[in-house]
């Protein structure tokens, strides 16, 4: 399986901070996803960067793609409160199957 | 408007029981998905069914068997529950292949006692 491993798997910053994540899989991909889920929530789609491209930006979202490495990382600038969430990336290899990674625990100190 | 929903939110039984979960999207997507997240919070895809029909099926234990009476629609029905089958399980939806970002219900919470 391809499962995506995020580092670290917990994360805590003070508000305004920026928050890092990092992902990494172990096969070719087609695409890569970046999720989030608050507590007791189900997953939320954050961005999808594409294997052919390199960065991709959304609001204070800024997504990184290294095929060469199988790795991605996830940036939040100026963190909120509000970000405090576990996210997931996710790969796909053509088929219908996304492949979850283990998640990061974000959590942002007011 | 709810885009995924799933129903019930919670359910507790007890070992042997039969149990339902619901799932229902009003996004018009063509595929549906099962998820299954156990407590460390991996995320594993159990079924994905594309127009009505059955195109992924992990190594799942045939006491669970989907069902997707329309596109709109896809149940998940489980045999003689098993305390192993305590999760969250979570339906979503996307357009067709996996190239498109899926929506997410807001889980089912099982716990088998």
């Known amino acids: 399986s391809q499962q995506g491993e995020e580092d670290p798997q917990a994360l805590s910053i003070q508000e305004g901070e920026n928050a890092t994540m990092n992902c990494s899989y172990k096969?070719?991909?087609?695409?890569l996803q970046w999720y989030r889920q608050n507590s007791g929530r189900g997953l939320v789609h954050l961005i999808l960067?594409?294997?052919?491209?390199r960065e991709k930006h959304s609001g204070r979202l800024r997504v990184t793609l290294d095929t060469s490495k199988k790795s991605s990382s996830l940036l939040i600038t100026a963190s909120r409160a509000a970000d405090t969430a576990s996210y997931f990336c996710?790969?796909?290899?053509?088929?219908?199957?996304?492949?979850f990674g283990s998640g990061t625990r974000l959590l942002v100190r007011p | 408007d709810t885009a995924v929903s799933q129903t019930p939110k919670y359910l507790v039984t007890q070992m042997g029981n039969d149990k339902s979960i619901k799932c229902e999207q009003n996004?018009?997507?063509?595929?549906m998905y099962w998820y299954k997240q156990d407590s460390k919070k991996f995320l594993k895809i159990m079924f994905s069914?594309?127009?009505?029909?059955?195109?992924i099926n992990e190594t799942v234990p045939n006491r669970f068997s989907p069902k997707s009476p329309d596109k709109a629609h896809l149940n998940l029905h489980i045999n003689s529950l098993e305390l192993g089958d305590s999760a969250v399980y979570f339906c979503?939806?996307?357009?067709?292949?996996?190239?498109?970002?899926?929506?997410f219900g807001p889980g089912t919470r099982l716990t088998v006692t």
């Open positions: 069914y594309n127009n009505k029909e059955l195109i």
């Open positions: 960067i594409r294997s052919n491209e």
């Open positions: 996004l018009g997507h063509d595929t």
């Open positions: 979503a939806s996307s357009h067709a292949g996996s190239s498109y970002e899926q929506y």
């Open positions: 996710a790969t796909d290899d053509s088929s219908y199957k996304l492949i």
């Open positions: 096969t070719s991909i087609n695409n």
